[in-house]
């Protein structure tokens, strides 16, 4: 009898534990479910535009090409999408597109704030004219850009920019070591010789094959070619064995 009275007891115990257990796991359940009710009605709010506005926008960079109208009619458009729902990489795209933009940076800061950091293009040399070399040995096209006299002209086929851009790239370290004039020009024409032009001077350097040996030459005797002519406008190394000069 007290056995039966000892399970009996035991099997109350248990049927208290599993209530207990499914009544808290509902609870539980319930607890989550609100929460998760909760954040979804948080994510459908934070989605309206009106709930999150953008209410201030900073442009950071030193811009001298890039107008204030240019970047508002990329930003602005896209402004009344809300704080949680800005595509700041459409922005940063869209602004990329504008031609003297380099480098654009777009971030979101909170409550209400997006901030732009712009890096214009800095152009080194024109190219035909139209184009101009980046720092970075890029072309890019301004529209309706006019190639400024300070900028050194490079000319050559359309298939050639790199091949030109390089050559002077190495003309200017070798011109740097040796403390010669910058160069205002340099041309590879259809027959691929180089022609490059020194401030009243115009240099003949001859075909690609004899390109290092003639530079180097010239560096090495340019100095006492000006000290004996005063007046010297035209320098030819397309000779194996000497140069012309008048």
Not at 141 to 167: F, H, N, R
Not at 179 to 189: N, V
Request: proline share 6%; with cysteine; glycine share 4%.
């Amino acid at each position: 009898m007290l056995q039966k009275n000892k399970k009996h007891a035991s099997e109350k115990i248990l049927t208290k534990q599993f209530w207990r257990f499914y009544t808290g796991l509902a609870i539980l359940l319930v607890v989550f479910g609100c929460i998760a009710v909760a954040i979804s009605n948080f994510f459908q709010y934070a989605k309206k535009p009106e709930s999150f506005p953008i209410r201030t926008v900073i442009v950071d960079g030193h811009l001298i090409h890039t107008s204030q109208q240019e970047i508002e009619s990329v930003v602005l458009p896209i402004l009344p999408t809300g704080f949680f729902t800005l595509p700041v990489d459409t922005i940063k795209q869209k602004l990329l597109q504008l031609p003297w933009l380099q480098s654009v940076s777009v971030h979101r800061r909170w409550p209400d704030q997006l901030t732009i950091q712009l890096i214009e293009q800095q152009a080194l040399a024109c190219w035909e004219g139209q184009s101009l070399f980046n720092t970075r040995g890029e072309l890019f096209t301004p529209p309706a850009y006019q190639c400024s006299d300070k900028l050194v002209k490079l000319v050559g086929a359309e298939d050639q920019s790199a091949i030109v851009w390089m050559a002077y790239e190495k003309i200017s370290a070798l011109f740097e070591k040796y403390s010669m004039p910058a160069i205002t020009q340099l041309l590879e024409d259809d027959s691929k010789n180089w022609q490059l032009s020194l401030p009243g001077v115009t240099v003949f350097l001859g075909p690609q094959v004899n390109f290092d040996r003639n530079l180097q030459r010239l560096v090495n005797i340019y100095p006492q070619l000006v000290k004996e002519n005063p007046t010297l406008t035209r320098i030819d190394m397309r000779y194996p064995m000497g140069v012309t000069v008048s």
